[in-house]
């Protein structure tokens, strides 16, 4: 399976101004082969003619949406990609004359658009046969019917033609959350994943992680084959996290749902560091928008307690709590009820005094 470049938009190029994070999205080149070599054992698939024409391409390269109208049910309105026909469409080309049969057959196999041909219910038409291997165009069959053969192939297509782009740095699983952690080169990302490992934590990808969008705002993060179970450190080498650390200290894949990106301290960016927080920062990987942490990288700073609670504030945003919030709001009724007869303790502070009786 090859993959073809994509431009990104503009809104994507200006996101990543800040950072080298994501490469150019890409999606994956699909053909006939690639499809019939990964579902002919689910599907039962049998090639039946047109073996000439199985490099052709599920998707052109020129497609702007990849993945629309790729398979479905006989349809010479908006041809599909991939047009399967079943025992509807078996009993709708009996009932035509024979100048009529061929004549729709020819236009089903002489269409630009159309790429393969499965016939479901384990039926074939010694037209369509014929059809097939003039036109050199793939002809298969399956004896499952056909609304289960489109379920399949709109499953298998949907997530073999997903965008994807390939990303440096470290992706690991921190507190059950796809946790990627960026930055320069040399700055100690391998070394960090290193100590999370110690903590209990998993790695999946070093150095090369791909993305892929598997839903409108879901990224799934991978890692390549060749790179599985290995960490690079610097004055180590490559490491076998698997036989070092176990079975449990690696995963293949993971919702991305946190970035992390280590920066190098400097006296003169200290003063222009937001304290608070008040804004939360984005990344844009695949037209998706992730959240961003900057962690600092500098002499007694233990950057794994720092991921861990990055991780733990994200968990905690995504259950709607938000400390900054809860702090100005009790600051702003401790400013508003002072005086002598508003003495009384914020309720923020009184719930803490229970918790801690609790406790």
């Known amino acids: 399976m090859r993959r073809k470049p994509r431009k990104q938009s503009t809104g994507a190029s200006t996101a990543l101004k800040s950072g080298p994070v994501a490469d150019s999205q890409t999606t994956p080149v699909v053909t006939v082969d690639d499809l019939f070599e990964a579902e002919s054992a689910p599907l039962n698939l049998k090639w039946v003619a047109g073996e000439a024409g199985k490099t052709r391409l599920l998707e052109p390269t020129t497609a702007k949406f990849p993945g629309m109208a790729l398979v479905g049910h006989l349809n010479f309105v908006h041809p599909n990609r991939v047009q399967v026909i079943g025992e509807a469409e078996l009993d709708y080309l009996r009932k035509l004359t024979e100048a009529e049969q061929a004549e729709v057959v020819h236009k089903l196999f002489s269409c630009d658009k159309t790429s393969l041909v499965i016939v479901a219910n384990g039926k074939k038409s010694a037209s369509l046969i014929a059809a097939a291997a003039e036109a050199s165009l793939a002809l298969l069959s399956s004896p499952l019917p056909s609304p289960l053969v489109i379920d399949h192939l709109q499953y298998y297509l949907t997530r073999a033609l997903a965008p994807r782009s390939t990303v440096h740095g470290v992706y690991m699983e921190v507190m059950g959350m796809g946790v990627l952690i960026t930055g320069e080169s040399g700055i100690g990302k391998s070394e960090l994943a290193l100590e999370l490992l110690s903590r209990n934590h998993r790695l999946i990808a070093d150095d090369a992680v791909e993305f892929v969008r598997v839903g409108?705002?879901?990224?799934?993060?991978?890692?390549?084959?060749?790179?599985?179970?290995?960490?690079?450190?610097?004055?180590?080498?490559?490491?076998?996290?698997?036989?070092?650390?176990?079975e449990t200290a690696v995963r293949h894949k993971k919702k991305l749902h946190l970035i992390v990106r280590l920066e190098a301290m400097h006296r003169r960016k200290q003063s222009k560091i937001d304290r608070l927080q008040s804004k939360q920062k984005t990344r844009r990987i695949l037209d998706v928008e992730i959240p961003e942490v900057a962690l600092f990288v500098g002499p007694g700073r233990n950057l794994a307690v720092l991921v861990e609670t990055a991780t733990r504030a994200y968990i905690l945003h995504m259950w709607g709590f938000d400390p900054l919030e809860e702090f100005i709001k009790r600051h702003t009724d401790h400013m508003n009820n002072r005086g002598p007869r508003h003495s009384a303790a914020p309720a923020g502070d009184a719930l803490r005094k229970v918790r801690h009786k609790v406790d």
Do not use: A, W
């Open 216 to 246: 409108p705002d879901v990224i799934v993060g991978q890692c390549p084959t060749l790179l599985s179970d290995f960490l690079e450190v610097r004055g180590l080498g490559i490491l076998d996290v698997r036989l070092m650390f176990g």
